[in-house]
């Protein structure tokens, strides 16, 4: 078959990693980059051996004419991109969150049904060897499952800039969030009754109906519950950046071993050195039966590794028609978690789904 023609939209450290990935992957041609900085994309450019460059997303689309439309901008613009995308006939690759709305979310899937398109949201630990065994272990623990994760993020020069960026449309807690809702999700296999959340402006660098510390609290129909933080900005603390694990009545499991990087560092966001699983199962004398297992996970992929499978996963949707429906259904009940979260920050009230 021909190579797919791929317009990546959005230098910054996703769209790099996604480039790099179609530029490593035989089925796919770059026909555009496209950003609002001349300096990424000509930078980008430059590092896979030219590649043409668009300062406007329209202008793009129309010119290259592409078959794949790799998203990855700033929230509030993703909505937009994939509708154009997908009216322009062209598959689509998006970062999360899919769209601002559960609304609009729902709409852009309908789209992409009706034009028989194949749309990929950017969830990133779906693909990750070692998250996929942390959600299989999890499954074993029995019911219900209690799940404590969070990812707090020191930031400063660049990195706080994107993330005041980010804070133009959205929480940390509703944009990191919906990874690790949706592995709560995948590791239940049960539906979200209910949420509540708290959260706090700590600078005068953001709006102040924006909040840049946030916890949710979500309930589901088997009993089980789950919290998730997410903190970021100059003053956050990096003595709790990175806590996943996951307790049931048969024990529980942890990611552990995780590297003690700064939190600024995004391969640190994915990376888990181990996983190590308690057995809680005691003896006639109260002793615990068995020891702690730990599951080496040193081999796994980096980023941009981890951005290869993700593209790898498009390629074969597309070229073997696979069924996305249910991956797209999981996509809307994260977005509706983590914005029923934010609803309830608003409000100081627990949001029934």
Same mark, same amino acid.
């Given at each position: 078959?021909?190579?797919?023609?791929?317009?990546?939209?959005?230098?910054?450290?996703?769209?790099?990693?996604?480039?790099?990935?179609?530029?490593?992957l *035989? =089925?796919?041609?770059?026909?555009?980059?496209?950003?609002?900085?001349?300096?990424?994309?000509?930078?980008?450019?430059?590092?896979?051996?030219?590649?043409?460059?668009?300062?406007?997303f329209?202008?793009?689309?129309?010119?290259?004419?592409?078959?794949?439309?790799?998203?990855? *901008?700033?929230?509030?613009?993703?909505?937009?991109?994939?509708?154009?995308?997908?009216?322009?006939?062209? +598959?689509?690759? /998006?970062?999360?969150?899919?769209?601002?709305?559960?609304?609009?979310?729902?709409?852009?899937?309908?789209?992409?049904?009706?034009?028989?398109?194949k749309?990929?949201?950017?969830?990133?630990?779906?693909? #990750?060897?070692?998250? *996929?065994?942390?959600?299989?272990?999890?499954?074993?623990?029995?019911?219900?499952?209690?799940?404590?994760?969070?990812?707090n993020?020191?930031?400063?020069?660049?990195?706080?800039?994107? #993330?005041? %960026?980010?804070?133009?449309?959205?929480?940390p807690?509703?944009?990191?969030?919906? +990874?690790? /809702?949706?592995?709560?999700?995948?590791?239940?296999?049960?539906?979200?009754?209910?949420?509540?959340?708290?959260?706090?402006?700590?600078?005068?660098?953001?709006?102040?109906?924006?909040?840049?510390?946030?916890?949710?609290?979500?309930?589901?129909?088997?009993?089980s519950?789950?919290?998730?933080?997410?903190?970021?900005?100059?003053?956050?603390?990096?003595?709790? /950046?990175?806590?996943?694990?996951?307790?049931?009545?048969?024990?529980?499991?942890?990611?552990?071993?995780?590297?003690?990087?700064s939190?600024?560092?995004?391969?640190?966001?994915?990376?888990?050195?181990?996983? %190590?699983? +308690?057995?809680?199962?005691?003896? =006639?004398?109260?002793?615990?039966?068995?020891?702690?297992?730990?599951?080496?996970? =040193?081999? =796994?992929?980096? +980023?941009?590794?981890l951005?290869?499978?993700?593209?790898?996963?498009?390629?074969?949707?597309?070229?073997?028609?696979?069924?996305?429906?249910?991956?797209?259904?999981?996509?809307?009940?994260?977005?509706?978690?983590?914005?029923?979260?934010?609803?309830?920050?608003?409000?100081?009230?627990?949001?029934?789904?």
């Amino acid at each position: 078959m021909n190579k797919l023609k791929t317009l990546v939209v959005g230098c910054g450290n996703m769209g790099i990693s996604h480039a790099r990935a179609y530029h490593q992957l *035989t =089925e796919f041609e770059i026909v555009g980059l496209v950003s609002r900085k001349p300096e990424s994309r000509e930078k980008l450019s430059k590092e896979l051996g030219g590649l043409p460059t668009y300062d406007n997303f329209d202008t793009a689309l129309k010119k290259s004419k592409p078959d794949v439309v790799s998203i990855n *901008t700033y929230p509030d613009t993703h909505a937009d991109y994939v509708r154009k995308s997908l009216n322009a006939g062209a +598959h689509v690759f /998006v970062e999360k969150p899919l769209a601002l709305t559960v609304e609009e979310a729902e709409e852009l899937v309908a789209l992409a049904k009706e034009k028989n398109r194949k749309m990929v949201v950017g969830y990133i630990l779906r693909v #990750h060897p070692s998250w *996929t065994k942390f959600v299989e272990v999890a499954r074993t623990l029995g019911k219900p499952l209690v799940m404590r994760m969070n990812l707090n993020q020191q930031s400063s020069g660049d990195k706080w800039y994107t #993330h005041k %960026q980010l804070m133009n449309s959205m929480s940390p807690i509703v944009d990191c969030g919906v +990874h690790y /809702v949706d592995i709560m999700c995948l590791m239940t296999q049960s539906i979200p009754i209910s949420v509540s959340a708290i959260g706090a402006n700590l600078s005068k660098e953001i709006d102040a109906k924006m909040y840049n510390y946030g916890q949710l609290q979500v309930r589901f129909k088997d009993s089980s519950v789950g919290w998730y933080e997410a903190g970021w900005g100059p003053m956050m603390s990096e003595t709790a /950046v990175f806590i996943k694990d996951v307790i049931g009545p048969k024990g529980a499991v942890s990611i552990s071993d995780n590297p003690k990087d700064s939190s600024q560092d995004i391969e640190g966001h994915t990376k888990t050195g181990s996983l %190590q699983l +308690h057995y809680s199962e005691l003896n =006639e004398e109260g002793d615990f039966v068995k020891k702690n297992d730990f599951i080496r996970t =040193e081999d =796994e992929p980096d +980023h941009d590794g981890l951005c290869l499978l993700e593209q790898e996963y498009l390629f074969n949707a597309i070229v073997n028609d696979h069924d996305l429906s249910s991956h797209l259904t999981d996509a809307i009940n994260s977005l509706k978690i983590v914005l029923a979260a934010d609803e309830s920050v608003r409000t100081g009230k627990t949001v029934i789904l």
